[in-house]
């Protein structure tokens, strides 16, 4: 009698743990379904042929290389989707970025800094020269499991975008 109990009890717990990855995986699956509705949405907005794009973490990048115009799609923490739209006649450079922190382990007189990985961005500077756009592939909350990955995936679209930017006009 006493096995049974203790079958049933087992059963019932694999069946919860179950039940709670299921449901985990479905509001996965729904998140990545708001966000892909939400890229469509502002592709067809600003009327744009999507020829590429990638999904990274809560974000979703698009390249239209005919208009020659990236679409930007991220998660706010309010869980809203904000699009930036880049033209890339106005980018004067887009590069592959780290952006390092450091950390400061103490106060005392031998205390130590060390350098942190905060992210790796693809960063576009605008021909005006003040301001840049950075477009997060990794960052310290992501697995380290992942930051070559991520990195390459970078580096590939550096790749993508780099021949459709705008030569500099050179004095002569």
Known sequence: MSTIIVALIALTGVVIILLVLLNGKKRSRGRLNELLRSFSDSAIKNNLSISGQEV?????????????????????????????????????QCKVASVSGVIDYGSSKNSKLDQLLEK????????????SYDFP?????????QLQDLQAKAKQWEA?????LTPAISNR
Request: hydrophobic share 40%.
């Open 56 to 92: 990274i973490n809560d974000s979703m990048i698009g390249l239209d290389a005919v208009n020659r115009k990236l679409l930007v799609v991220n998660k706010t923490k309010d869980n809203l989707f904000d699009n930036v739209v880049i033209d890339l006649t106005e980018v004067e």
């Open 160 to 164: 993508y975008i780099k021949p459709l």
């Open 137 to 145: 592939f990794y960052t310290y909350n992501d697995s380290l499991y």
């Open 120 to 131: 790796i961005v693809l960063r576009f500077s605008f021909n005006s020269g003040n301001r």
